[in-house]
């Protein structure tokens, strides 16, 4: 009985080991700058499907920091298509990102606000990874375009009431949102950003 159980732990291990060692081949961890991150993420990306010359990914990521006080929050998710079976591939993606203060907003007496929303994310771009193993670098074109927005006007307006001691309406807005060259913290669509990644296929 006990030859039996320690066999089949034996079996058990072996295949573990195998099981996970495949597992690792198709996991990648990135770390990426701009983009679908925002600012910046740490993402894990793990291969779904292979299919001739195309692969198949799924991926998804976090990323904070603070800025003088101010949180910075970026939660992408997505999947990419990698043409090619070498070490250089054309990459394409389509994503989704939960950021946080993409845009900020500073009054006069230097209170900041940051915008909060959903953006939908399609990226274009270079890749080099072996697809085996080893160092991943891709750069890539990403517009970064906003669906939904978490903006509390009502709030907002209290609260740049209360700084500025006196009530604001939605005429003053138009003025603040240019005033001194800063923006009202609304989401907003940007169709000239980039982003590079830099990483490691397990």
Do not use: W
């Not at 990426?32 to 299919?51: M, P, T, V, W």
């Not at 976090?62 to 070490?87: D, H, M, R």
């Not at 072996?130 to 907002?156: A, R």
């Amino acid at each position: 009985m006990n030859r039996k159980i320690g066999f089949l732990l034996f079996l058990f291990t072996i295949s573990f080991n195998v099981i996970s060692q495949e597992m690792s081949k198709n996991l990648a961890i990135t770390l990426d700058f701009g983009g679908n991150s925002g600012l910046y993420s740490l993402n894990g990306e793990y291969k779904i499907a292979k299919i001739n010359n195309y692969q198949v990914n799924a991926r998804g990521g976090f990323g904070y920091c603070k800025i003088k006080g101010l949180e910075v929050i970026s939660a992408p998710i997505g999947l990419n298509l990698l043409t090619g079976t070498k070490k250089h591939h054309l990459e394409l993606g389509l994503g989704a990102s939960y950021i946080k203060g993409m845009t900020l907003f500073t009054v006069q007496n230097g209170t900041t606000f940051e915008s909060e929303g959903m953006y939908f994310i399609p990226s274009i771009g270079y890749r080099f990874d072996k697809l085996t193993g080893g160092f991943i670098f891709k750069v890539y074109y990403s517009p970064v375009i906003g669906v939904f927005d978490f903006l509390n006007k009502e709030k907002f307006l209290s609260d740049m009431s209360q700084i500025l001691n006196r009530t604001i309406t939605d005429e003053e807005l138009q003025y603040l949102s240019q005033m001194g060259g800063t923006y009202y913290p609304t989401i907003r669509n940007d169709f000239g950003y980039f982003g590079v990644s830099i990483g490691f296929r397990l």
